[in-house]
C-alpha cells in the first residue's frame, strides 16, 4: 500500500510539473506579445512588426547556418587529406606539389581558355568523359573508360587536387568525387606497385568515408530531380565514380560496410524519381536515372537488394492497375508509362545475373518474389487484353524468375 500510496504522489508530482510547464510558456508568449506591441516603432502596426522581427531572424537563422555548413565542409576537406596522407603519404606529397602550381593554372585561363576546361573535363575519373555512357549511357564506354585509367601513364596529372575551386552550384558533387578520385587512384597504382598504400586506415576513419559517399549520393539525387541537358561533366564523373567503388574488389567492401543503408536509400530515390515524373519531356532524363540504376546492379550485393525493390514496385503497381480495371476506373497513365523502365531494369538485372553466374535466378528476390509469383498468372489474364505490354513484362520477369533463363528471338 505504501509503495502504492508513493507511485500515486510520483505520477502527481509529474503531472503538476508539467502544467506547470504549460503555463510558464503561456505567460512567456503573453509577455513576448506585450513586449512587441511596447517597442514597435509609431507607423507601423504590431502584425507588421511581428513580421519583420521574425523575418530578421530566419535570415540570422540562415547566415549562422550557411556558415556552419561552410566550416563542416573544411573540416571534411581536412579529414579527407589526412586519410589520403595516412594511406599514402607519397601521392599526397606529389599531390601538394600540384596545388602549389594550381593558382598559375588558373592564371593562364584568360590567356588560354581551353587549359583549365580541358582539366575540367579530364578531372580525374578517367573511367568516363561528356559523352561517355550516351549521356550516362552503355556498359561497353564504362569498360573501355576504364581501361583507359589502367594504361595512363601520366597518373598524377588525371586527379584535381582537393584544393581546386568550383562554383557553389557544382559544390555538392565535385568535393566529394575528387576526394573519391584519389582514393580509387591510389588503389589503381598500389595495385600496379607503383606505390605503397595502406588501405586499413579505412577502418579507422569510417565517418570521412561515409560522409563523402553521402555527399556524392545527396548530390546525384539532386541533380536527378532537377535534370538539365546535355548533362554536365561533374555528372558524369559522379556516376562513374559511384560505380567504380561499388565495383573495385577492394574498397567496394569498405564502402558498402559503411555506407549500405545509404546506398540503399539512394536506390529507393532513384526509383521514385521514375515513378513519379510527370514531365511531357521526361524520357531523356529518366533514361540517365535508369542508366544509373542498371549500373548500380554491377555489384552482386546491391544487385540483389535491387531487383527486391524492382519486384515489390512492379508488384504493387500491378495490383494497383488490377484493381482499377476490375472496377472500370481510372489509372496513373504516367505512372503505366514510367514503369516500364523498371521492368526493363529488372529483366536485365535478372537476365545479367543469370549469364554471370550461369545459375538459377529463382533465389533472388526472396520475400517479394514469392509475393511477385503469388497469382500472377491470373494478374496478367485478366490485364492482357487491355495492356499487353505491361502483361508481357509480366511474363517475361516471371520466367526469368523460374527458370533463370530466357530465349528470345
Not at 510558464?24 to 508568449?29: A, D, E, N, Q, V
Not at 589520403?84 to 607519397?90: A, F, V
Not at 546525384?220 to 546535355?230: E, G
Amino acid at each position: 500500500m505504501a509503495s502504492m500510496g508513493f507511485q500515486c504522489s510520483f505520477l502527481h508530482e509529474i503531472k503538476g510539473g508539467r502544467e506547470n510547464q504549460i503555463s510558464y510558456l503561456k505567460i512567456s508568449k503573453l509577455a513576448l506579445a506585450f513586449a512587441i506591441i511596447h517597442s514597435k516603432p509609431p507607423g507601423k502596426s504590431s502584425k507588421e512588426y511581428t513580421e519583420d522581427l521574425a523575418r530578421t531572424v530566419s535570415e540570422q537563422d540562415f547566415g549562422w547556418k550557411w556558415k556552419v555548413e561552410v566550416l563542416e565542409a573544411e573540416v571534411l576537406q581536412l579529414r579527407q587529406e589526412l586519410l589520403l596522407n595516412r594511406i599514402s603519404p607519397r601521392f599526397c606529397l606529389e599531390n601538394r606539389k600540384r596545388d602549389t602550381s594550381a593558382e598559375t593554372i588558373l592564371g593562364q585561363e584568360s590567356v588560354n581558355p581551353t587549359s583549365y576546361s580541358s582539366q575540367l573535363e579530364d578531372s580525374g575519373c578517367d573511367v568516363c568523359n561528356d559523352s561517355a555512357f550516351d549521356s550516362l549511357g552503355t556498359a561497353s564506354d564504362f569498360h573501355q573508360s576504364e581501361h583507359n585509367v589502367n594504361t595512363s601513364k601520366h597518373w598524377l596529372e588525371r586527379v584535381p587536387p582537393l584544393t581546386l575551386c568550383h562554383t557553389s552550384k557544382e559544390q555538392s558533387l565535385t568535393a566529394p568525387v575528387h576526394f573519391l578520385q584519389h582514393l580509387l587512384e591510389i588503389r589503381k597504382l598500389s595495385e600496379g606497385g607503383i606505390l605503397q598504400a595502406d588501405f586499413s586506415e579505412l577502418e579507422n576513419d569510417s565517418f570521412t568515408i561515409c560522409n563523402s559517399v553521402s555527399q556524392l549520393l545527396d548530390g546525384l539525387t539532386v541533380f536527378y530531380n532537377s535534370p538539365k541537358f546535355p548533362a554536365p561533366s561533374f555528372l558524369n564523373e559522379g556516376v562513374c565514380v559511384l560505380i567504380s567503388l561499388i565495383t573495385d574488389t577492394k574498397l567496394s567492401n569498405h564502402v558498402l560496410k559503411k555506407c549500405f543503408k545509404k546506398i540503399e536509400e539512394f536506390k529507393k530515390n532513384l526509383i521514385q524519381i521514375i515513378l513519379r515524373n510527370r514531365s511531357v519531356n521526361r524520357f531523356q532524363a529518366l533514361h540517365s536515372v535508369s542508366q544509373t540504376l542498371g549500373l548500380l546492379g554491377r555489384n552482386s550485393i546491391l544487385r540483389n537488394s535491387l531487383i527486391s525493390l524492382l519486384l515489390s514496385e512492379v508488384r504493387q503497381f500491378a495490383e494497383q492497375l488490377l484493381q482499377a480495371h476490375q472496377v472500370q476506373s481510372v489509372y496513373d497513365i504516367p505512372q503505366y508509362e514510367n514503369i516500364s523502365l523498371l521492368c526493363m531494369i529488372l529483366e536485365q538485372l535478372l537476365q545479367n545475373e543469370t549469364e554471370e553466374s550461369n545459375i538459377s535466378s529463382s533465389d533472388y528476390g526472396g520475400e517479394e518474389k514469392i509475393k511477385f509469383l503469388k497469382n500472377l498468372d491470373q494478374v496478367i489474364l485478366h490485364l492482357s487484353d487491355e495492356f499487353p505490354l505491361f502483361s508481357l513484362y509480366l511474363w517475361r520477369v516471371s520466367v526469368l524468375l523460374n527458370s533463370g533463363q530466357m530465349q528470345i528471338d
